[in-house]
Nanobody, 115 residues
Framework: QVQLVESGGGLVQAGGSLRLSCVAS????????MGWYRQVPGKQRELVAT???????NYADSVKGRFTISRVNAKSTVYLQMNSLKPEDTAVYYC?????????WGQGTQVTVSS
C-alpha cells in the first residue's frame, strides 16, 4: 500500500505561480512512475505530467513550457512547479503513484486561477 498527501494548492492570479508537493509513504520502494492529474467538475480526470523513477518526464500539451515536474526519490516526493498560470488551469490536482500492480491517488488539492 502507498499513501499520498498533496499540498501547495490555492488561489492565484493569472500569470502567477504555484508549487504542488506530494509525499508518498508506505511501500515506497514499489513505486515506479509518479505524476499529476487534474479534474474539473463534469469532466474526466486528465494527465498533467508524469515522471519515471529515472527522471524521464511527459507533459500534456496544454502545460508544456509552463509546468515542470520533478522528483526526489530519497524523499519519496514529487513536485509540480506551475508558472504562467491561466484560468483554464483551475482544477483539483491529484497526485498519482504507480507500482507494478496498482495505482494510488492522493486526496487532491484545489488550484484556482483568477483572471
Amino acid at each position: 500500500q502507498v499513501q499520498l498527501v498533496e499540498s501547495g494548492g490555492g488561489l492565484v492570479q493569472a500569470g502567477g505561480s504555484l508549487r504542488l508537493s506530494c509525499v508518498a509513504s508506505g511501500s515506497i520502494y514499489t513505486i515506479n512512475d509518479m505524476g499529476w492529474y487534474r479534474q474539473v467538475p463534469g469532466k474526466q480526470r486528465e494527465l498533467v505530467a508524469t515522471i519515471t523513477r529515472g527522471g524521464n518526464t511527459n507533459y500534456a500539451d496544454s502545460v508544456k513550457g509552463r509546468f515542470t515536474i520533478s522528483r526526489v526519490n530519497a524523499k519519496s516526493t514529487v513536485y509540480l512547479q506551475m508558472n504562467s498560470l491561466k484560468p483554464e488551469d483551475t482544477a483539483v490536482y491529484y497526485c498519482n503513484a504507480r507500482t507494478w500492480v496498482a495505482s494510488y491517488w492522493g486526496q487532491g488539492t484545489q488550484v484556482t486561477v483568477s483572471s
